[in-house]
């Protein structure tokens, strides 16, 4: 059963870059059908798709995120991550690495890890 | 980008009642809607996809209905463990839509 674990700073400076990692256990992420994202939640708000990663490399963001995201996949360690330039405290949130379906909705989450940003 | 639009924000009920969350979308995203269960230090859990279908091991008595604009979650017979915070989700257009999400406590 494949499982997801978020890891990553839980503290990360204004105008920094915030680096997370989702670690896969359990199955392989090398299936063509599957993409990989990220998504957070803000205290208070709700869910904000950020990007996802499919196995061949394509990549799509929310341009709500003006380009500041990159998603990228190392399949032979079961691993994608996320890096996030020029945070600020509207970045600080609960962020969760999942699995999309290939029609885009996400059928496996990670637990989710809390950044702040604060300096 | 479509808005999904999640009502209530709160729901109070008790065990054994009947709930159901509404979710309206800024414009026809046919029936590419999903809905996911969230709770505090746990991985969230999706629960129904393409409106109605219903994901694997999650219980019969989460179904979900509507189409076009307006979608509704409801959960018959609530259950302890379903005291959570509940989105939808809209799949139809890039950039994917969720909810403000529903918090259902206890009455």
């Known amino acids: 059963q494949l499982q997801l674990h978020e890891s990553g700073p839980g503290l990360v400076e204004p105008s920094e870059t915030l680096s997370l990692t989702c670690s896969a256990s359990g199955d392989s992420i090398t299936r063509d059908s599957n993409f990989w994202g990220w998504a957070r939640r803000a205290p208070g708000k709700g869910l904000e798709w950020i990007g996802t990663?499919?196995?061949?490399?394509?990549?799509y963001y929310n341009p709500s995120l003006h380009g500041r995201a990159t998603i990228s996949l190392d399949s032979s360690r079961s691993q994608f991550f996320l890096s996030l330039r020029t945070v600020t405290a509207a970045d600080t949130a609960v962020y969760y690495c999942?699995?999309?379906?290939?029609?885009?909705?996400?059928?496996?989450w990670g637990r989710g890890t809390l950044v702040t940003v604060s300096s | 980008d479509i808005q999904m639009t999640q009502s209530p924000s709160t729901l109070s009920a008790s065990v054994g009642e009947t709930v159901t969350i509404t979710c309206r979308a800024s414009q026809s995203v046919t029936t590419w809607v999903a809905w996911y269960q969230l709770k505090p230090e746990t991985a969230p859990a999706l629960l129904i996809y393409k409106t109605s279908n219903l994901q694997d091991g999650v219980p019969s008595r989460f179904s979900g209905s509507g189409s076009g604009t307006e979608f509704t979650l409801t959960i018959s017979s609530l259950q302890p463990e379903d005291f959570a915070t509940y989105f939808c989700q809209q799949y139809r257009n890039p950039p994917w839509t969720f909810g403000q999400g529903t918090r259902v406590d206890i009455k």
């Open positions: 999942a699995r999309l379906t290939f029609t885009r909705y996400f059928d496996l």
């Open positions: 990663v499919q196995f061949g490399g394509s990549t």
